[in-house]
């Protein structure tokens, strides 16, 4: 039997990306980053990370922060 130790000052990036949400522009409600098709990806300045999508509602191209 093998065992894994997880630090808590080390996040487990599964668990991070659970958490993370986009907003859909066309509604302005808060969406799971793991339910859109990501077309692009960045950072503004200060390291703020942004994504481009494909909204899961309409169809179009949207931008959004990603919020955790």
Known sequence: MESE???SDVPAVGFMDR????????NGEPYDRRSVRVIGSGDLARR???????????GRTHESLLFR
Do not use: D, Q, T
């Open 5 to 7: 130790l997880h630090y």
């Open 19 to 26: 958490r993370a949400k986009v907003w859909l522009e066309c």
């Open 48 to 58: 703020i990370p942004f994504l481009r999508f494909v909204c899961p509602r309409c």
